[in-house]
């Protein structure tokens, strides 16, 4: 014999003032939660959709990003001679050399506050190399002179970054942009591409590059080509397969916001906690005598143990569900912040999966049912004599 649902389910209407707030505390746990490793899930998701396993990057020794690399020019040649390259249609290496540099850019409306802007230096074998590169407003600009591109995260975001208008690199070195490309949400629609020699020599850095990429004819074909270049420790040379190199410089930011979306959650957790226990401890105590009436008709222990635990076990799904629903509007927001590793202001979004979906809801249910059995146990060693009696 087991005490029937319904009786657990008209407890909880007759407390839904405390029963909404315990569930709306535990929604807040997993809203948080979810929403932390969602935002983290998109940061990676930007900056690994920019990698293809099947292409190598090539920096300095030290410079752990692009944007902190230098190599000599040469560096393109040596790597044009490493074995594994894939060639294209016109039997040409997929392979380009870039320069990455920063430039400060004020927010519309507000002079006072400047963001940095990633420039990447092109030439026409930046596109062949990235397919997804697609022009959806404007034209391409034109190789060889100031006209330049700009990523579709970055639109109006910054003064002069937009359609048909324009800002200077340097003093007197000013590019106009001609056009919006996006490449299926990757990072680089948090860039401007301008022309090679146009960024190198605005920044005084003519002869030098700060990496070169090149498709391999295979994954296999990464180790030897990444023994070629690096065996020679003169050449001051690393090598790391694209996609690897997107992980490493997003771990940081990454490992920062689920760890504070943890400490955040963490610290709901235990407000949580203690209000679903001060609840359930109220019902239990509001209901002593049909707990000890329960008791007296025959009902075990477990059972009245099973009751309150199902009563937090509801309101434990409700405030979890009610989190989910909220976490699942968080993609249509767009956040921007700055990647540390590279310095630059990347655009991302929330991007939601079954896991952390999964994982979030089931904290929830963890929380109401730690905070329920505590009472749970105390109603079960409820003396349904002296119960009746008070």
């Known amino acids: 014999m087991s005490i029937p649902f319904s009786y657990s389910l008209r407890s909880l209407w ?4 405390t029963t909404v707030a315990t569930a709306a505390g535990i929604g807040l746990v997993v809203f948080v939660l979810a929403s932390s490793f969602m935002l983290a899930t998109g940061l990676r998701k930007t900056l690994l959709d920019a990698g293809d396993p099947n292409t190598a990057i090539v920096l300095q020794r030290d410079g752990y990003s692009e944007s902190g690399s230098r190599l000599k020019q040469a560096a393109y040649t040596w790597v044009a001679a490493a074995p594994g390259i894939a060639q294209g249609s016109d039997g040409a290496d997929q392979m380009v050399g870039e320069s990455v540099v920063h430039v400060y850019r004020s927010k519309p409306g507000d002079d006072t ?5 990633q420039i990447r ?6 596109y062949a190399l990235r397919p997804q590169i697609r022009i959806i407003e404007g034209r391409a600009a034109a190789p060889g002179t100031n006209e330049a591109i700009v990523g579709r995260a970055l639109v109006d975001d910054y003064e002069g970054v937009s359609l048909n208008s324009g800002f ?15 490449s299926g949400g990757s990072a680089y629609e948090s860039e401007v591409w301008a022309d090679l020699d146009t960024v190198r020599s605005s920044f005084g850095a003519q002869g030098y590059l700060s990496s070169v990429t090149a498709r391999l004819t295979s994954e296999s074909a990464f180790d030897g080509f990444k023994l070629a270049l690096e065996e020679d420790d003169k050449r001051g040379l690393e090598v790391l397969r694209e996609t690897d190199y997107y992980v490493r410089v997003s771990n940081n930011l990454s490992r920062v916001i689920t760890g504070i979306g943890s400490l955040v959650t963490a610290i709901f957790s235990l407000g949580a906690l203690l209000g679903a226990m001060i609840t359930m401890y109220a019902a239990v105590a509001q209901r002593q005598k049909e707990i000890g009436v329960m008791r007296a ?16 076990l509801a309101v434990a799904l409700a405030g979890g569900l009610l989190g989910l629903s909220l976490a699942m509007l968080t993609p249509m927001v767009e956040i921007s912040t700055v990647n540390w590793a ?16 999964g994982g979030a809801l089931i904290a929830g249910v963890v929380v109401g049912l730690l905070g329920g059995l505590l009472p749970a146990v105390r109603a079960a060693r409820v003396d349904p004599v002296r119960a009746m009696r008070g």
Do not use: M
């Not at 506050?113 to 802007?117: E, L």
């Not at 008709?297 to 937090?312: D, K, N, P, Y």
């Open 297 to 312: 008709l025959g009902f075990q222990r477990r059972h009245v143990l099973a009751s309150i635990l199902l009563e937090s």
């Open 168 to 182: 200077e690199l340097q003093k007197n070195r000013p590019i106009h942009i001609v056009g919006v490309f996006e």
């Open 14 to 17: 007759e407390r839904r003032t």
């Open 342 to 357: 590279t310095a630059q202001e990347l655009a991302f979004k929330f991007v939601p999966s079954g896991p952390v979906l």
């Open 113 to 117: 506050r400047q963001a940095s802007v």
């Open 121 to 126: 230096g092109v030439t026409a074998a930046s």
